[in-house]
């Protein structure tokens, strides 16, 4: 990043590199739990589940890749190795062991409710000391509030009695 996009954020750099690279770990948990969910998804509305999961999946990645993008503006270093989601992730990861469709959209649930905080307090952090990382904080966290009611509401349709 320029001289300048440093000089403009208001709070320390270093403590925002960290920051951001714990949301990277999260992503990159996140789209592999949706990804090898929708591999295995197994029983009701498997297709529908399967669908949503792999579409969830494509847009963590698209997240992953701004949050490097920001790390990278930032003259940081996102995270270089696999083994380092585990120790630096906010939301950790729950392996998908029961490929019931239900059971995978309740845990992709409570992943989504943790990277609404995550990103909820993130926009918080930065919050009028670096415009640039508090907007793609707050889409971040909006496309995070509708992964969260898609899985939400197709956990709904579930308990609707096929006829």
Known sequence: MGTKGIEIVGVDVKELIKLLNKALADEWLAYYQYWIGAAIAQGRMRGVVAGELMEHA???LKHAEMLVERINQLGGTPLLEPKEWYDQTNCGYEK???PNTKTLLQQNIK???????TYRELADFVKDRDPIT??????I????????EDLEAILEDMKTPVS
């Open 134 to 139: 508090y907007n793609m904080a707050i889409e």
């Open 96 to 98: 998908p062991s029961d």
């Open 111 to 117: 992943g989504e409710q943790c990277a609404i905080d």
């Open 58 to 60: 494509n847009e963590e």
């Open 141 to 148: 966290m909006t496309e995070e509030v509708e992964h969260e």
